[in-house]
């Protein structure tokens, strides 16, 4: 094991000595985002060279059930132009790399949307995968067109997959298809969204998938603001038996949204850890901020000394392993020392309801927010359920007070997505924005 990792070590040296520092760290998050089976999982194979389902969990029930990440540096042939991962290209030249990104592949799985949703406040870009061999829209990829609208996502870029699969005439009738809803669903500053057929299985076309990437504006961030980070999963990357003296922190992985980090920087975790406590017999859980020190930052490829707020990032804390393993820390907020604002679990947002429920077989009309119904609301990445106090109209939009099961960091801009249980599954009704109390 020790060796491996030895290895692993020079190789990524190597590879560091050989690249501009500003391609260490990718500069923008794109999701993948679809209809189950339309090819989502196939085609970041082909765009990154990894597998993103590699949990056991996920692989059992044959679905992505965790935003999961691949990063990619995208490299140009140096002799045919060709685009590419792969340090070497087809016509066997070298390939000169261009520029580094984050996929974020979001479950498909319609149980899965409050997953998704989280997914929704870190990416700045999606690529829609849409299948060639069935019919268009799929009640899953216009919910999740639908969402990415909500959200602000206005970056697309529409793969039509599977064209091995159908004829020339029926590729071209769905690109039709696709063309005709793009225009009637999207405003008309973003128009213009590619659409690119392609074989992901057969690798058809997958330099046209990049070579659009690369025309995707890197999103504008705060680096002189004062770091949030939210955290998407977290976890114990020890390995059974490493002896104490290799023992690792709890690492969490997510995405920085302002600022920047160092290694060494103290930080706080908000809400932080989950305590469950017996008070009259009664199961209370309280919330405890914790505080630690940044050990070490990768940007999945590479060790960095500072990130800055673009990509995905790891960060190795100092805090006793079992503390993230599992998730646990999933949904929090970092920032430096006493930066953060207080949690709360009291929250006023402001919502805009979908007409119909997407993602159905049959649309049903959306009815409007209840006093005391309960809503799964997605805030930034983290997931909780929400007690519905108090619902003012205003508009087309409501004004709603209510308590959350779950505590969050109430940070400026927050987006919301709102779902609500319709026969034991979270549906997405609409989304809102915080109010700062
Ligand atoms: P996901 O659920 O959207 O992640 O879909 P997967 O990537 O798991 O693909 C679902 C199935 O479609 C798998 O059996 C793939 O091998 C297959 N598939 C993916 N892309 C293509 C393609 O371009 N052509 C064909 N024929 N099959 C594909
Ligand atoms: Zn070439």
């Known amino acids: 094991m020790q060796k491996e990792v030895k290895e692993r070590e020079i190789k990524e040296k190597e590879v560091k000595e050989k690249i501009k520092p500003e391609l260490l760290q990718p500069d923008i998050n794109i999701g993948l985002v679809g209809h189950i089976d339309h090819g989502k999982t196939t085609l970041l194979w082909r765009l990154s060279g990894k597998w993103a389902?590699?949990?056991?969990?996920?692989?059992?029930?044959?679905?992505?059930?965790?935003?999961?990440?691949?990063?990619?540096?995208?490299?140009?042939c140096t002799v045919c132009g060709y685009l590419t991962y792969k340090?070497?290209?087809?016509?066997?030249?070298?390939?000169?790399?261009?520029?580094?990104v984050s996929f974020v592949d979001a479950p498909g799985h319609k149980m899965l949307m409050a997953s998704m949703l989280g997914g929704a406040a870190i990416i700045d870009a999606a690529i829609l995968v849409?299948?060639?061999?069935?019919?268009?829209?799929?009640?899953?990829?216009?919910?999740?067109?639908?969402?990415?609208?909500?959200?602000?996502?206005?970056?697309?870029?529409?793969?039509?997959?599977?064209?091995?699969?159908?004829?020339?005439?029926?590729?071209?009738?769905?690109?039709?298809?696709?063309?005709?809803?793009?225009?009637?669903?999207?405003?008309?500053?973003?128009k213009e969204v590619p659409i690119i057929p392609c074989s992901?299985?057969?690798?058809?076309?997958?330099?046209?998938?990049?070579?659009?990437?690369?025309?995707?504006?890197?999103?504008?961030?705060?680096?002189?603001?004062?770091?949030?980070?939210?955290?998407?999963?977290?976890?114990?990357?020890?390995?059974?038996?490493?002896?104490?003296?290799?023992?690792?922190?709890?690492?969490?992985?997510?995405?920085?949204?302002?600022?920047?980090?160092?290694?060494?920087?103290?930080?706080?975790i908000k809400p932080g850890l989950a305590i469950t406590k017996e008070v009259k017999h009664e199961k209370v859980v309280e919330y405890k901020t914790l505080k630690t020190k940044i050990l070490s930052l990768r940007s999945e490829n590479f060790e960095l000394e500072e990130a800055l707020p673009y990509g995905n990032l790891a960060i190795q804390t100092a805090l006793d392993p079992c503390l993230g393993k599992s998730d646990l820390l999933a949904g929090s907020v970092v920032g430096l020392e006493n930066?953060?604002?207080?949690?709360?679990?009291?929250?006023k947002f402001r919502a805009e309801l979908f007409e119909k429920l997407a993602g159905m077989e049959k649309e049903e009309t959306i009815e409007e927010i209840k006093p005391n119904e309960m809503l799964l609301l997605s805030v930034n990445t983290a997931v909780t359920v929400a007690k519905v106090k108090q619902v003012k109209k205003q508009g087309n939009e409501f004004i709603i007070d209510a308590i959350l099961t779950i505590p969050i960091v109430p940070l400026p801009d927050s987006s919301i997505g709102i779902a609500r249980n319709y026969a034991g599954q979270?549906?997405?009704?609409?989304?809102g924005k915080l109010e700062l109390k």
């Open 53 to 76: 389902d590699v949990h056991s969990e996920e692989l059992k029930r044959g679905i992505t059930i965790k935003l999961g990440y691949a990063n990619t540096i995208i490299r140009r």
């Open 130 to 190: 849409v299948a060639a061999n069935e019919p268009f829209p799929q009640p899953q990829t216009k919910e999740h067109f639908l969402a990415l609208k909500a959200k602000g996502v206005t970056k697309l870029i529409v793969v039509q997959n599977k064209i091995d699969l159908v004829t020339k005439q029926e590729a071209l009738e769905q690109y039709k298809q696709i063309k005709e809803f793009l225009m009637k669903n999207l405003s008309e500053d973003i």
């Open 200 to 268: 992901a299985q057969q690798e058809v076309n997958i330099d046209l998938v990049f070579e659009e990437i690369l025309k995707l504006p890197k999103p504008k961030r705060d680096l002189n603001a004062s770091p949030v980070f939210l955290v998407v999963r977290s976890f114990d990357a020890n390995l059974p038996g490493s002896g104490v003296e290799n023992l690792k922190g709890s690492i969490l992985g997510g995405t920085l949204k302002q600022g920047k980090l160092k290694v060494g920087d103290i930080i706080e």
């Open 339 to 347: 930066s953060l604002p207080e949690v709360t679990n009291n929250i």
């Open 87 to 100: 340090e070497k290209c087809k016509c066997n030249n070298k390939t000169e790399p261009l520029r580094h």
């Open 426 to 431: 979270w549906r997405l009704i609409g989304f």
